[in-house]
């Protein structure tokens, strides 16, 4: 079953590639939306893990990009994590690289595949067909949260 309302492949070639975490196999993404470029996904995990507990999954997205891109290595991607991850304590820092280090590895048989476009020459080049949404006063548009602990919700 398609999904064009999300919009997310427009303007993409065939070239792009798509990165998704889900549970759902690639396949079926690429059909959901409409895609002829290459769509891979990450796996989130097995369902027996509270949403609140879940890894970061930046730190994974990274890792398995890196690899995409294929000029990252696996020790430069190691060395950046620890330089943004470090400062929050040795328990965050080893989850996140435990993370993008599998991630980077599962990507191994598409190193390279992400590359850089050709320039779009300024005659050639189509704005976006952007949706103008309507502003909203806050008291309709803001988010309200009444009761306590739900921020894992």
Known sequence: MPVPAAGLPLGLSERAVLLIKSAEPAR?????LQCTGPVFTL???????????????????AGAAARLVGVITRTSLEQAIVEEIGKFGTAQLEKNLMQALAAFDTMAE????ARE??????????SPAWVDVPLE?????????AAPA????
């Open 28 to 32: 079926l993404w690429q059909e959901r």
């Open 43 to 61: 796996p989130v995990g097995d369902g027996t893990v509270q949403r609140s507990e879940l890894p970061y999954i930046g730190a994974a997205c």
């Open 110 to 113: 598409h190193a390279g595949l």
């Open 117 to 126: 476009g050709s320039a779009i020459a300024a005659d050639a080049y189509a």
């Open 137 to 145: 006063p806050t008291s309709v548009a803001a988010p309200d949260i």
């Open 150 to 153: 739900t921020s894992a919700r």
